[in-house]
C-alpha cells in the first residue's frame, strides 16, 4: 500500500478530541483519522448508491405489484401480525 503525507490542520478542540478517542481505543491518532475518513466515504458512497438506485427505481409499478401480492389466497396460519 502506497502512503503518503498531508499536512492536517485541526481546531486544537478537534485534534484533543481526536487524541483522546484514539487513545481510549487504543490506536495511533493517525490510524484514528484514517479510519474516520474512511468511515466517512463509505456512507457518502452508500447514500450515492441508493440515491442512484432510487433514481432508476418504479413506483408506480412497485405499488401495483404490492397490490396483486396475496390478493388471490387468504392468509395462511402464522401469517397474523402481533399482537393480534
Known amino acids: 500500500m502506497r502512503k503518503s503525507n498531508f499536512a492536517l490542520r485541526l481546531?486544537?478542540?478537534l485534534l484533543d478530541e481526536?487524541?483522546?478517542?484514539?487513545?481510549a481505543?487504543?490506536?495511533a491518532l493517525n490510524q484514528f483519522i484514517?479510519?474516520?475518513v474512511a468511515?466517512?466515504?463509505s456512507a457518502l458512497?452508500?447514500?450515492?448508491?441508493?440515491?442512484?438506485r432510487a433514481a432508476r427505481g418504479d413506483l408506480h409499478g412497485a405499488l401495483?405489484?404490492?397490490e396483486r401480492a396475496g390478493s388471490d389466497e387468504?392468509?395462511?396460519d402464522g401469517d397474523e401480525l402481533p399482537g393480534r
Open 34 to 36: 484514517n479510519v474516520a
Open 74 to 76: 387468504p392468509p395462511r
Open 25 to 27: 481505543e487504543g490506536v
Open 64 to 66: 401495483q405489484i404490492l
Open 39 to 41: 468511515e466517512k466515504l
Open 11 to 13: 481546531q486544537p478542540s
Open 18 to 23: 481526536a487524541r483522546k478517542v484514539a487513545e
Open 45 to 52: 458512497r452508500t447514500e450515492r448508491y441508493f440515491a442512484e
